[in-house]
């Protein structure tokens, strides 16, 4: 044990009546941002390290956040965690996230702030149900996208499975502007040069994809809502394919909520069954995300 020295009147005067330093807070699971990308007012992606035990199939999600503002009473700080869908493949390196901005969002109006060399918090637990384990067999697969729900397709369309398990990938992304599809065109555009993919799927593989991008609110090549566009039978004839079945076709879905029920019913409607991780059918939601 070690001798305590008295405090004396002598000693009292010599000790410094200063506040304590601020105690260091130890934030685990963080991750360093790498690159970042403007694409417009409301949407942005961005780059960090990848924790070298992190496992995952392409289309899961994973919690990332910033830590919170102190608390005015106790000085105490928590993160403020969200989920978000890995837009990179489960090979990449590195982990590639896509956002909404929102200025009054919790974790948003923060997030869209952070530049190269910043950390992030990440928890590396992934989870998620748009993967090729939670549906049957098929010929033709659907990706149906609103604004950033295009994040797990990133994922999907850069991963080796998606080509060899499917005959053909129809993606449709519905935005309210022409900006906010740049990211989901660049990411179809980078594929066709893609070496590494080209050199593990084969050449021409990106010729599986059909992307059919609409707006909802600027005037674009394809003005409409997807689900108004699949009911008047109009997305169908402009793609030349025939209405889903349960024999040929399966389908993930990642929009906002009301985009996701109502493209639910729809599904039924044609006769998909929803699939889950443990009883893979025909289709499946992505329940975590909200646009």
């Known amino acids: 044990m070690t001798e305590m ?21 130890a934030v685990p699971d963080t991750q360093t ?9 409301r949407l942005f992606s961005f780059r960090c390290t990848r924790p070298a035990s992190l496992r995952f199939r392409s289309g899961e999600f994973v919690m990332i956040g910033l830590m919170g503002d102190p608390d005015p009473k106790t000085g105490k700080q928590k993160p403020l965690l969200r989920a978000y869908s890995i837009a990179s493949p489960s090979w990449d390196e590195e982990l590639e996230f896509y956002s909404i901005k ?11 702030h952070i530049a190269v060399g910043d950390q992030i ?7 998620g149900t748009l993967v090729h384990d939670a549906l049957l067999p098929g010929k033709r697969l659907w990706l149906f996208a609103t604004g950033t729900g295009f994040a797990p397709f990133s994922s999907l369309l ?18 309210r502007e022409v900006g906010e599809l740049t990211y989901g065109r ?24 059909r992307y059919y991008p609409t707006t909802t609110r600027e005037e674009s090549p394809k003005m409409g809502r997807i689900t108004d566009l699949m009911r008047s039978g109009e997305a169908f004839s402009d793609l030349g394919v025939p209405v889903l ?24 409607g044609y006769g998909l069954v929803e699939g889950a991780n443990s009883d893979p059918k025909h289709y499946v939601v992505e329940k975590a995300f909200l646009d």
């Open 245 to 268: 079945t349960p024999e040929t076709d399966r389908a993930m879905i990642c929009g906002n909520l009301a985009f996701n029920l109502e493209l639910k019913e729809m599904l039924e």
């Open 5 to 25: 020295t008295p405090v004396t009147d002598a000693t009292a005067a010599q000790t410094p009546t200063q506040p304590p330093a601020p105690r260091k807070i």
């Open 121 to 127: 918090i990440l928890r590396p637990k992934p989870v």
């Open 186 to 209: 660049d990411i179809i555009e980078s594929l066709k040069t893609d070496e590494l993919l080209t050199e593990v799927i084969g050449d021409g593989f990106w010729s599986k994809i």
């Open 158 to 175: 850069r991963e080796p499975q998606t080509y060899e398990d499917y005959d053909e990938i129809i993606i449709t992304h519905t935005c």
């Open 33 to 41: 941002v790498t690159q970042v990308t403007h694409y417009t007012d």
């Open 102 to 112: 929102v200025p009054d969002g919790p974790l948003t109006a923060r997030l869209q």
